[in-house]
């Protein structure tokens, strides 16, 4: 029988500014060796410069996959993408993670990294419909899923205890400081190396006295899914819809 030569594969399901490459830089140091892909999409798993990268032995092979609508996506799909990149058959362990930002923090996140176009808005925030009715079982685009609150893992440790069980290495928070390359929309690389001190968790707060963000975020559907998953909405948030 063959034995698979290297430990997990991880895709990882998330929306651009949604803390992806914080939650990677934490990943790292769980494996001795390992290869990541960043903003890889569902037609091109792996880039054609970088095919042979899965042939090599490693602890872990992570993709990351942004702004998916996971609509598109499903079981049979992701077996097409995991025999694509030639990866089928080569890992221990399968773990598809879909990593969701409460949508407040989010939405601010976004516009201060230039998104400004009602478009790109209405298009972004029914992704995070989308990915947040995947989160919570109400669609199964994806199977053997890890689910990461953002928030809960920036802020606790013992959350960030239970994902190293669950990906089924030791725990360390050796990578927990480190600031993704691109940095943050709001500080830029200012916390390269103390990414804890930032605050991630009151971003929304930066347009809270602006009418226009209130009114965008006011979605009846979007604060019902983010109470359900995050138990919270902004008062002033909330209120715009009473």
């Known amino acids: 029988m063959h034995k698979p030569e290297n430990k997990i594969l991880i895709f990882i399901w998330s929306l651009k500014r949604s803390g992806s490459h914080g939650l990677v830089k934490w990943l790292f140091p769980h494996f001795e060796d390992y290869e990541f892909h960043n903003n890889m999409t569902a037609k091109m798993p792996i880039r054609p410069e970088r095919q042979d990268s899965v042939y090599r032995k490693k602890d872990a092979l992570i993709v990351s996959f942004e ?14 993408i995991i025999q694509r990149g030639d990866m089928k058959g080569r890992f221990e362990k399968f773990i598809n993670i879909i990593l969701l930002r409460d949508p407040f923090n989010l939405i601010a996140s976004r516009i201060r990294g230039g998104w400004d176009t009602e478009v790109a808005k209405a298009k972004a925030i029914n992704l995070w419909k989308i990915h947040a009715r995947e989160f919570l079982g109400e669609t199964s685009s994806l199977q053997n899923k890890l689910l ?14 239970s994902i190293s069980e669950q990906i089924g290495f030791p725990f360390t928070d050796d990578g927990k400081n480190i600031l993704g390359y691109w940095g943050s929309s709001f500080d830029g690389k200012t916390y390269r190396n103390n990414a804890n001190e930032m605050d991630v968790l009151e971003r929304w707060k930066k347009y809270s006295t602006h009418e226009w963000f209130l009114n965008l975020c006011a979605d009846p559907e979007l604060i019902d899914l983010s109470k359900q998953i995050f138990e919270w909405c902004p008062k002033e948030i909330e209120m715009k819809i009473r």
């Open 67 to 80: 702004d998916t609508n996971l609509r598109n996506i499903n079981p049979e799909k992701v077996d097409e």
């Open 148 to 161: 990461i609150k953002y928030n809960h893992w920036f802020s606790n440790e013992e959350y960030r205890k």
